[in-house]
């Protein structure tokens, strides 16, 4: 029987650095003051923003866990602070499952208690703290967040994606 002597540098335990994310961002127009069918981006318009995450192939071996998503906002914009859908806040979250049947699932999870939360996984800045809590006008939105953080959690699965999507004003 032959020994193989390795040294022990080479026994210990390092973490593999991950490949990058690729990270998508898309803005849609909703609707605008005019009432057209193909919305502009006026004052006072409404526009869909969409962060899309995939987690490549080359990472089957490298975990990727514990992300977070800054998303800081353009300055002439108020934040929809108001459910998109009835209580999920103003953050949607959308695994990357296989046309909704599960497959393919991302394994991450998101949670939105409440504007006011200390521990969900939204956290609001307003410029100068991230202990913002967001106050909504008559129409839902607060001019006073300028950047949101999305913390996700467990583990994101190799060669699955996630989306995140928020609404926002034009001033």
């Given at each position: 029987m032959?020994?193989?002597?390795?040294?022990?540098?080479?026994l210990?335990?390092?973490p593999?650095?991950a490949?990058?994310?690729t990270?998508?961002?898309?803005?849609?127009?909703?609707?605008d003051?005019l009432g057209?069918?193909?919305p502009?981006?006026?004052p006072?318009s409404?526009?869909?923003?969409?962060?899309?995450?995939?987690?490549?192939?080359?990472n089957?071996?490298?975990?990727?866990?514990?992300?977070?998503l800054l998303?800081?906002?353009p300055?002439?914009?108020?934040?929809r602070?108001?459910?998109?859908?009835a209580?999920?806040?103003?953050?949607?979250?959308?695994?990357?499952?296989?046309?909704g049947t599960?497959?393919?699932?991302?394994?991450?999870?998101?949670?939105?208690?409440?504007?006011?939360?200390?521990t969900d996984?939204l956290e609001?800045?307003?410029?100068?703290?991230?202990?913002?809590q967001?106050?909504?006008?008559?129409?839902?939105?607060?001019?006073?967040?300028?950047?949101?953080?999305?913390?996700?959690g467990?583990?994101?699965?190799?060669?699955?994606?996630?989306?995140?999507?928020?609404r926002?004003?034009?001033?």
């Amino acid at each position: 029987m032959r020994r193989l002597l390795l040294p022990a540098a080479l026994l210990a335990a390092t973490p593999a650095t991950a490949a990058p994310l690729t990270i998508t961002k898309t803005v849609t127009m909703v609707s605008d003051p005019l009432g057209n069918l193909l919305p502009r981006s006026l004052p006072g318009s409404v526009a869909d923003y969409r962060t899309r995450a995939e987690n490549p192939t080359a990472n089957l071996l490298k975990p990727v866990g514990d992300i977070v998503l800054l998303e800081e906002l353009p300055a002439n914009v108020d934040l929809r602070v108001a459910d998109l859908n009835a209580g999920k806040g103003p953050v949607e979250f959308s695994d990357g499952s296989l046309l909704g049947t599960g497959l393919a699932a991302s394994g991450l999870t998101y949670a939105f208690t409440a504007l006011a939360s200390t521990t969900d996984g939204l956290e609001f800045y307003n410029g100068t703290s991230w202990a913002y809590q967001p106050v909504a006008d008559a129409d839902g939105y607060d001019r006073n967040v300028r950047a949101i953080r999305v913390k996700l959690g467990a583990t994101f699965a190799t060669g699955t994606s996630f989306q995140l999507r928020y609404r926002v004003r034009i001033r």
